[in-house]
């Protein structure tokens, strides 16, 4: 027993060896394993039903706002993708191609999608006759491909990787700043309300946005590691699409116009900032809104009182399911609790309760909260909303933990020695007046590889839609190189 639970325990520690840590607690939680083909993971089945959480979340939200699913092919034509001239620069050194097909060279190269807009958009505008045809919205839940030659971090960094894409078409510039804030609030929501991460909601820098979009918003998490995960982004691609692949309607007055589009991906990243968020160095730590076992039962008994004990644990499970928890009864004779205790420890389950024949004989239930094993003893009678009470009060430690991280790391500097200086000692974000030009970015990034991933926006409507905030006083100088600043910037290293 002693070398089986030596096999399950985390051996690295997240505060030494993030890296190492976060890769053990992946595989051993049971999440992914490695492929046999470098940049690619294999989704196992408890990391899958995560996925699977925050499909269900999301796609519940976009069907209440109105977007059909579709599926298209993960194969586009080279003439297809050429047709916006910004996506095939920006997505050609990551492009995986298809040269043949059987024995047969293909007389046009296929590309292995990188995002899906080149491939959607004839169709959408195929599709796109009248005024009453917008808004036109379209959501595909696939995986594309990235051929990055980095290093494997399983759901951070893959060459492929699970995403839903949206893809809308509006007849009005406005309303399409419209359908951008509602998907940007989609994603802030799976991560506050599904992964209890707060986030930071921003615009990405104009030197830094999707390859031919307007504006790129972006939802930004901070990991307790220091550095940023850009969370979800949702672009406001203008007119550049619609005009390279000839989205137009005939408008009430029967004027032919062309539309706006946008573009939103949420990918499985989610998944690595749920798991660098909360785990720690026993192994997964999930709130119980995404945990697909919310709370489980360990009986714990002699040969005497085994049957007394299993009844009532039956009866506790039964009420519990019937609640709507999702709860697992562990009556395994093979493992003693003390396997169980460590095992489910490992995999996350947010909720213990131990049933010995004491809890029987006092009508009690033993509480355990996995985050800091807060223990403590309930009547059975209540139990349903006892757990409900418990589960709720798992989901604000985690949350305030990293809301605590996330307020705690947010420092102002204002020059470029403070801003590296500050990010070499902490990590975090730092927020500094800019004067826009990339070159005092660059300064930052080559000395210490941190960027601007984040600019704050002024507000979300109006003329000034997805403009970046300004500096509140007004005479701000850049905190690079002293020019005039009219704009705020969050520096960070990023994932
Ligand atoms: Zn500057």
Redesign the pocket.
């Known amino acids: 027993m002693s070398d089986e639970s030596q096999e399950l325990g985390i051996t690295e520690s997240k505060s030494h060896k993030p890296g190492e840590w976060y890769a053990e607690v992946v595989q051993k939680a049971g999440l992914a394993d490695y492929a046999p083909m470098g940049g690619f993971i294999v989704t196992k089945p408890r990391g899958y039903a995560l996925w699977e959480q925050i499909q269900d979340a999301l796609d519940g939200w976009f069907k209440e706002t109105g977007v059909d699913n579709v599926y298209f092919p993960m194969f586009i034509p080279e003439s297809f993708l050429e047709r916006e001239k910004d996506i095939v620069e920006g997505f050609d050194p990551e492009v995986a191609w298809v040269t043949q097909g059987g024995h047969d060279e293909l007389e046009e190269r296929l590309a292995v999608r990188p995002t899906s807009e080149s491939i959607i958009a004839p169709f959408m505008a195929d599709w796109t006759r009248s005024h009453r045809d917008l808004p036109l919205r379209l959501n595909q839940w696939c995986s594309v491909v990235r051929w990055e030659a980095t290093e494997t971090k399983p759901f951070f960094r893959t060459k492929e990787f699970m995403w839903q894409e949206g893809h809308t078409a509006h007849a009005t510039n406005e309303e399409a700043w419209e359908e951008v804030w509602t998907r940007l609030g989609q994603y802030e929501r799976v991560y506050e309300d599904v992964l209890a991460i707060p986030v930071l909601r921003g615009k990405k820098p104009e030197h830094d946005k999707f390859p031919g979009a307007d504006t790129t918003t972006t939802v930004e998490a901070l990991m307790p590691d220091g550095k940023s995960v850009q969370g979800g982004t949702s672009h406001h691609l203008g007119q550049s699409f619609a005009e390279a692949f000839d989205i137009t309607y005939v408008d009430e007055d029967e004027e032919e116009r062309t539309a706006y589009t946008t573009s939103w991906g949420l990918s499985w990243r989610a998944l690595g900032a749920l798991v660098m968020t909360h785990s720690d160095d026993q192994g997964l730590v999930l709130p119980p809104t995404i945990a697909p076992t919310q709370v489980v039962i360990v009986p714990i008994w002699q040969e005497d009182t085994k049957e007394d004990v299993l009844e009532y644990s039956e009866s506790i499970a039964d009420d519990l399911e019937a609640a709507g928890f999702r709860v697992e009864l562990d009556d395994r004779d093979e493992r003693n609790p003390g396997f169980k205790f460590n095992e489910h420890e490992l995999n996350g389950v947010p909720l213990r309760l131990e049933i010995g024949p004491y809890e029987v004989d006092d009508a009690e239930v033993t509480l355990v909260h996995r985050p800091d094993n807060e223990e403590s003893v309930e009547d059975r009678e209540e139990i349903v909303d006892t757990v409900d009470d418990h589960l709720e009060t798992i989901y604000e430690k985690l949350y305030d933990t990293a809301a605590e991280n996330l307020e705690n790391n947010i420092r102002e500097a204002d020059s470029p020695e403070e801003i590296m200086g500050t990010i070499g000692k902490h990590g975090g974000y730092v927020k500094v007046p ?4 990339p ?2 970015e660059e300064a930052i990034k080559e000395k210490v590889s941190a960027e601007i991933v984040m600019q704050p926006l002024e507000d979300q409507g109006g003329t000034t839609a997805g403009a970046p905030k300004a500096p509140d006083d007004e005479d701000a ?7 005039p ?1 009219d704009q705020l910037a969050y520096f960070a290293k990023s994932y």
């Open positions: 800019w004067c826009g030009d070159a005092c100088t850049c905190a690079v190189c002293g020019e600043a």
